[in-house]
C-alpha cells in the first residue's frame, strides 16, 4: 500500500510560477513510477507529466516546455515546477504511482493504482 500526499497548492498571476509536491510513504520503491494529472472545472482527469525509475519523462502537450516532474528518491517525493501558468492551468493536481505503468498508459488514468488527495492551484489572469 502507497501513501500519496500532495502539497504546494495556492493562487499565482498568469505568467506566474509555482512548485507542488507529493510525498510518498508506504510501500514505497524506486521502481515505482510517477505521474501528475489534473481535474479543471467541469472536465475530465487528464494526465500532465510522467516520471519513471530510469527518470525518464513524458509530457501532454498542453503543459510541455512549461512545467518539469522530477523526483527527489532520498525524500520519497514527487514535483511538479509550474512556469508560465495560464489561467487554463487551473485544477485541482493529483499525483499518481504504480508499480509497473504500460508506456502507452503513462498519461492516462487507468495506468496507475495509488492516488492522493489533490491540491489545488489557481491560475489568475
Known amino acids: 500500500q502507497v501513501h500519496l500526499v500532495e502539497s504546494g497548492g495556492g493562487s499565482v498571476q498568469a505568467g506566474g510560477s509555482l512548485r507542488i509536491s507529493c510525498e510518498a510513504s508506504g510501500d514505497t520503491s524506486d521502481t515505482y513510477s510517477m505521474g501528475w494529472f489534473r481535474q479543471g472545472p467541469g472536465k475530465e482527469r487528464e494526465g500532465v507529466a510522467f516520471i519513471d525509475k530510469r527518470n525518464i519523462t513524458s509530457y501532454s502537450g498542453a503543459v510541455r516546455g512549461r512545467f518539469t516532474i522530477s523526483k527527489d528518491y532520498t525524500a520519497n517525493t514527487l514535483y511538479l515546477e509550474m512556469s508560465s501558468l495560464k489561467p487554463e492551468d487551473t485544477a485541482k493536481y493529483f499525483c499518481?504511482?504504480?508499480?509497473?505503468?504500460?508506456?502507452?498508459?503513462?498519461?492516462?488514468?487507468?495506468?496507475?493504482?495509488?492516488w492522493g488527495q489533490g491540491t489545488q492551484v489557481t491560475v489568475s489572469s
Open positions: 499518481a504511482a504504480d508499480p509497473q505503468v504500460l508506456i502507452r498508459l503513462r498519461l492516462d488514468r487507468s495506468g496507475y493504482h495509488y
